[in-house]
C-alpha cells in the first residue's frame, strides 16, 4: 500500500496525504484476523483507525439493495461500525458530531 501511495506521489499528486487505515472484514474469531490487526498497529501506529468494521452480513448485504447499511438494520453491527467510524473522523478532523449532523 505504503508503496502504491509513493508511487502516485511522486508520478501524479505530490499533496496525496493518506488520512489513515481502517481495517475491515475483521472477524475476530480468526486467529490470523487478530494477528494482523496487532501488525497493522504495530506498524502504522496511530495511522489506523481505532474502529474496526466486522465481517458482517448486513454489510455484503447493503450493497445490492442500493441503501447504505444503517438504513437496513441501524441496530446491526456493521451499521454500528460505521457510525462509530463517521464519529471517529469527524473527531479526527476536528469537527463536532453536533455540527456535522447539523
Known amino acids: 500500500?505504503?508503496?502504491?501511495i509513493d508511487l502516485v506521489?511522486?508520478?501524479?499528486?505530490?499533496?496525496l496525504q493518506m488520512e489513515g487505515i481502517l481495517l475491515s472484514m475483521y472477524d475476530r474469531r480468526?486467529?490470523?484476523?487478530n494477528i494482523?490487526?496487532?501488525k497493522v498497529r504495530e506498524i502504522f501506529g496511530d495511522a489506523v483507525y481505532n474502529t474496526i468494521i466486522h465481517r458482517n452480513a448486513r454489510i455484503s448485504e447493503a450493497p445490492n439493495m442500493h441503501m447504505p447499511v444503517v438504513?437496513?438494520?441501524a441496530g446491526s453491527r456493521g451499521a454500528t461500525n460505521?457510525?462509530?467510524?463517521?464519529e471517529e473522523l469527524l473527531a479526527k478532523n476536528g469537527e463536532p458530531l453536533s455540527q456535522a449532523a447539523g
Open 1 to 4: 500500500m505504503q508503496n502504491t
Open 9 to 15: 506521489q511522486s508520478n501524479l499528486n505530490p499533496d
Open 30 to 33: 480468526l486467529r490470523l484476523a
Open 36 to 38: 494482523v490487526v496487532e
Open 71 to 73: 438504513m437496513i438494520n
Open 82 to 86: 460505521f457510525l462509530n467510524l463517521a
